[in-house]
């Protein structure tokens, strides 16, 4: 469903991503494991057009979008949640959430779409009035991730949920991102550690210098002794 061939990619004249390709199946979660700085961000900015691939192509169910405006990219229906707690801090959880609906599509349904979230996770139904900028850092990242599911997703990508939360809300959020892929949504989800993906994901990359060095069942990956031990937390 998503495939990307030969990718190159980089700020200003120097290149980050080496030849990168990768697949995407549909229903599938793939994570992309690798180090602080090996340019996991990079690759999903430019899976989304944030950054222009300096080569190389980027197909959603055999069309190439790597040429089209991020926006476009977006109205395709791949959704990019990224690193950190970007919510917008002086609107409520609610408006926030709206946000993520902004395109026609999305917004006739956004009233399913907001109970569906609230659904997920119920915190932010009790808190839909309360400002973003009020929230905990656990609870900035549930509204990162449902703002994401208001769009019409093809493939919801996930810049690494698990930055800087307690380990019982980590433990959550990958076990509602579990239940979001078993409700059939595709997710590519770029992590520095395996500690959390067991369970979730079908396939894992290695991610290493801006080069894919492995690819395999997650299965077979978390069986490895030595990928354990460079990867565990
Ligand atoms: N906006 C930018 N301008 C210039 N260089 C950048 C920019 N963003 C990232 N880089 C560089 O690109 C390389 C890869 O960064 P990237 O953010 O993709 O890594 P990452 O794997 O996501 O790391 P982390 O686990 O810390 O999030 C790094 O050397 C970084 O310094
Ligand atoms: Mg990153």
Request: charged fraction near 20%; aromatic fraction near 4%; hydrophobic fraction near 45%.
């Amino acid at each position: 469903m998503l495939k990307v061939t030969d990718l190159h990619a980089g700020y200003g004249g120097s290149e980050v991503l080496h030849s990168i390709s990768l697949n995407v199946q549909e229903g599938e979660a793939v994570v992309i494991l690798g180090p602080n700085g090996h340019g996991k961000t990079t690759l999903l900015r430019a899976i989304s057009g944030l950054i222009r691939p300096t080569a190389g192509t980027v197909e959603l169910d055999g069309k190439v979008i790597s040429a089209l405006p991020a926006e476009e990219i977006v109205a395709a229906g791949v959704i990019h949640i990224p690193q950190g707690d970007l919510i917008f801090p002086e609107m409520t959880v609610l408006e926030n959430l709206l946000m993520g609906a902004y395109r026609a599509a999305a917004w006739q349904e956004r009233s399913q779409k907001v109970e569906r979230v609230f659904h997920l996770f119920p915190v932010l139904g009790q808190r839909k009035s309360q400002l973003g900028r009020s929230l905990s850092g656990g609870e900035r990242r549930m509204l990162a991730l449902g703002r994401g599911l208001m769009g019409q997703a093809r493939i919801l990508m996930i810049d690494e949920p698990s930055l800087g939360l307690a380990p019982l809300i980590i433990e959550n959020l990958y076990e509602t991102i579990k239940e979001i892929n078993r409700s059939g949504l595709t997710v590519l989800l770029v992590d520095e550690n395996a500690d959390h993906i067991a369970g979730l994901a079908n396939r894992v990359y290695l991610l290493e210098s801006g080069v894919l060095v492995r690819e395999g069942s997650a299965d077979a990956m978390l069986r490895d002794e030595a990928l354990l031990a460079a990867y565990l937390g």
